[in-house]
Nanobody, 124 residues
Framework: QVQLEESGGGVVQAGDSLRLSCAAS????????MGWFRQAPGEDREFVAA????????SYSDSVKGRFTVSRDNAKRTVYLQMASLKAEDTAVYYC?????????????????WGQGTLVTVSS
């Protein structure tokens, strides 16, 4: 069983940058794809970014492409989400997730575990 814990959320100004971390404990991360999702107040949870096991493949939602970067350090069992040029509409609780398949994680399929979330608030 893998446990995930996000950190790094906070209150920032529009245009600022922020880096989220997702630390895993329990079974190794090496064999799973990792994803970041977010849920804004009153909205459904949505896909943000995903990264394959080795980190060679990444994908992003159109709303964050070019501004967010996902990366992972398997030795540290940590996945990161570097967020730049933040906008008010990026305000949400951000969750990391561990899934079976990089190809489907964006849809929510095959996700075995979710973190508890970390709140990002972007003021305009």
């Amino acid at each position: 069983q893998v446990q995930l814990e996000e950190s790094g959320g906070g209150v920032v100004q529009a245009g600022d940058s922020l880096r989220l971390s997702c630390a895993a404990s329990g079974r190794t991360l090496r064999f799973v794809a990792m994803g970041w999702f977010r849920q804004a107040p009153g909205e459904d949870r949505e896909f943000v970014a995903a990264i394959s096991w080795g980190g060679s493949s990444t994908s992003y939602s159109d709303s964050v492409k070019g501004r967010f970067t996902v990366s992972r350090d398997n030795a540290k069992r940590t996945v990161y989400l570097q967020m730049a040029s933040l906008k008010a509409e990026d305000t949400a609780v951000y969750y990391c997730a561990a899934g079976d398949d990089y190809g489907t994680i964006a849809t929510g399929e095959g996700i075995h575990v979710w973190g508890q979330g970390t709140l990002v608030t972007v003021s305009s």
